[in-house]
Structure formats: C-alpha cells, structure tokens
C-alpha cells in the first residue's frame, strides 16, 4: 500500500510542538490483506458476552477493530482501544455445549437414579394406558385400580428424584406430560365407563370433557407459575384423579347425576385460584385430628370418603375468605 504523507498544517493547529510543521513520511501500519481479514464485532462487556453470543463453531476476533482514520475520508486503521498497539486479531472458537437431559456429573449412580426416576414416570404412564384399555372393555373397577397405581407411581417418582439428586427440567416436563396422559385422559374416560349406563350419554361426555380440559389448563399453568412450598393453587390433578379413580371403586351409592355434580365441581377446583394445603402440613395436623376419619372409616367408609373430599374442597374457600 502507498505511503502518505501528513498535509500540512498551521503551526496553531498542529499537537505537535511548535515550530515542527512536517512530520514527514508516517508508515501506516499493516498491510492490505492483513485489514481485509480484520472483522469488526460491536463492542461486548468482555470475552463472557461475546462467548455467549456465539454459536457452534462461530469465529470470534478479538484485539483489533476497524475506526476511521484520521489521515483522510474512506480510510480505516487497525485499534486495540486503550490496551496498545493494534494487533493481528486472534481467532478464538466457542463449540456450543449439547444440551444435557442430566444436570451436574455424569456418574454411573447417578445415571442409574435418573434411569430409575424416569422409569417410575413411565410406569404411571403405561399404567394410565392400561386403565383407558380397560374401561373401552368394559372393566371400569380394574381400570379405577389402575388409576389408583398411577397415583402411587406419580408420587413415586418425585420423592425418588429428590432423595436421589437428580432432578431436572427434563424430568418435570415429562413428568407434566405423564400426568396428563394418565389423569387428565384416562380419569375422565374411567368415569365415563362407569357412568354411562347411569346418566345420560351426553351429560357424562361433558362432565368428563371438562375434566380433561381443566386439567390441561392445570397442568399448564402449574408449570409456568412460583411454586409454593405450603399451599397449592387449586386442587392438585393428582388428588382429582384419586378421589375419581376411589369414587369408581368402591362405588359411592349416590345418583348419578349427583356423581356428574361432583365431577364438574372437582374439575373447577382444580383451575380455580383457591389456597389448598400440601400433605405435608396435613401430617403435622393434630393427632386427635386423624381419630374422626379413623373412625369414621371404621363406621362407615364410603361416607367418610365423601366427607373427607368434601372438607377438603371446602377448605380453599375458606382458607381464601379467611386471607381476604
């Protein structure tokens, strides 16, 4: 590249001391193929920002930039800002991480706990399957009892997860999926098994549509919200899907269209916004609290199984009106 000379200047204007008004000949540093290379990147708070802007197998050049020059319109030089002289940039390549299923190390006890986890979900899942194959043979009682299994292995897999250290992102989401599978499908459609032959074929279908359509919205919502370690917003879908695969099972001897009722107030419970307690501060309810349904059960056990859901669904309520 030629060289060019610095113009000319007034003796007032010039940074340099009096008196010296040529500078002579100035060699530009660089060549031309050498600025061709230099790729210009906008300005990043360090080497982590501009790392995380980069995708897999991405090159980033670091140390120089392309400024204008001060030596004449349309040219550019090479600059290190205020850290030296500029320098023939480096390239750096960031690889882009895999996406792990497994947070944390990938031991083989930990490999196993996470296999074992997710086995459990799967077990809920194809126990829910099995339940709907039932009901669509005629088997509403055996399928309930699949139900009943699937709550077991949904509460299973949970407690597994974090006793063993391995829970993830992954693990809730297909957990979530189960769930749906399993209480927000083949629940409605046991009850509806059950109830066909009781009430009208229309009313069932409705009653059991909105079920699965609140716990869709249930299921939705509980992933994307804070969670509470205390209260649950709603009735969990897992205990609606308990106290429907139990209602099934040990067969309530109760109308059907007050059966329907049930249904639909168990479905609105579990998409409304009212505080209900966790089992774990259940337990820590005074004992002689857990006298009346021991009791009861004794007495008479599915008149106590209808007040124990009752007083539970009413709790919300009243826990909401308490707080307001």
């Not at 699937?150 to 809730?172: H, Q, T």
């Not at 269209?257 to 419970?269: D, E, T, Y």
């Not at 002689?288 to 007083?311: C, S």
Request: hydrophobic share 50%; aromatic share 6%.
């Amino acid at each position: 590249m030629p060289r060019t000379p610095w113009r000319r200047r007034r003796t007032t204007d010039s940074p340099r001391p009096a008196g010296r008004r040529w500078a002579g000949r100035l060699r530009r540093g660089g060549t031309l193929a050498r600025q061709a290379l230099l790729v210009r990147v906008g300005r990043r708070s360090g080497d982590a920002g501009r790392a995380a802007t980069a995708t897999r197998a991405e090159v980033i050049y670091t140390g120089t930039e392309l400024v204008p020059s001060p030596y004449g319109r349309g040219r550019t030089v090479a600059t290190s800002g205020s850290h030296g002289p500029a320098v023939m940039a480096q390239p750096v390549v960031v690889e882009a991480d895999s996406a792990s299923l497994l947070p944390g190390a990938h031991t083989l006890r930990r490999r196993i706990s996470f296999a074992l986890v997710n086995a459990c979900t799967l077990a809920s899942l194809g126990l829910g399957l099995l339940a709907i194959f039932l009901a669509m043979q005629g088997d509403p009682r055996i399928a309930a009892a699949c139900l009943v299994a699937c709550v077991g292995f949904d509460g299973l897999d949970g407690a597994l997860a974090r006793r063993l250290g391995v829970s993830s992102p992954f693990g809730a989401q297909m957990d979530s999926l189960a769930d749906m599978c399993s209480f927000g499908l083949a629940a409605p459609v046991v009850v509806y098994a059950a109830l066909s032959h009781t009430v009208p074929t229309a009313f069932a279908a409705v009653a059991c549509m909105l079920v699965a359509g609140c716990a869709a919205i249930r299921l939705a919502r509980f992933n994307v919200s804070p969670k509470d370690g205390k209260f649950f917003s709603g009735v969990p879908t897992t205990l609606v899907a308990a106290v429907l695969a139990l209602t099934v099972l040990i067969e309530l001897p109760l109308p059907g269209i007050a059966v329907l009722g049930g249904v639909a107030l168990l479905a609105f419970a579990m998409v409304s916004s009212f505080p209900y307690a966790k089992l774990a501060r259940l337990v820590k309810l005074p004992p002689w609290l857990w006298l009346l349904p021991i009791v009861g059960a004794l007495v008479d056990p599915r008149l106590t199984f209808v007040l124990l859901v009752g007083a539970y669904v009413l709790s919300g309520p009243l826990m909401w009106m308490r707080s307001r």
